[in-house]
């Protein structure tokens, strides 16, 4: 089992899926491919937010405005019930940001759920805070 750990992680650096899946211990990238992972009996839930999408992608809508990061959780939901529960159950919530595709990913830290407005028909929409 891939062990997910943030010990050598630095707030401001840029990495890769690719990277991150071999820091981690993953056969593949593939593993962190979702905008939400949540690893295996593990306390944190890791956001992949890229703003700037490409065209074949999901048109979410998400923006990073200094300290706040307004998001739209995936069509499916997945991993909701884990964002809404993290405060209460300890979870981390950590976020790694680029502003377009193809770009790598800028680790900017742990997010702390502000408020959320949630939708069954539709992707739901979050807003989280940076220390």
Do not use: C
């Amino acid at each position: 089992m891939s062990q997910v750990t943030f010990a050598s992680i630095i707030v401001g650096q840029t990495y890769s899926r690719e990277t991150l899946a071999k820091l981690w211990d993953y056969s593949s990238f593939h593993a962190i491919a979702r905008g939400v992972v949540t690893p295996a009996q593990d306390d944190k839930i890791i956001l992949f937010v890229t703003e700037h999408k490409q065209n074949s992608a999901e048109p979410y809508q998400d923006a990073l405005t200094g300290d706040r990061l307004e998001w739209e959780g995936p069509t499916d939901h997945f991993g909701e019930q884990r964002i809404l529960g993290a405060r209460e159950s300890g979870d981390q919530i950590h976020l790694f940001h680029r502003a377009q595709h193809r770009m790598q990913f800028t680790y900017l830290g742990k997010l702390t759920l502000v408020s959320q407005q949630l939708f069954s028909d539709r992707p739901s929409r979050f807003v989280f805070a940076l220390p």
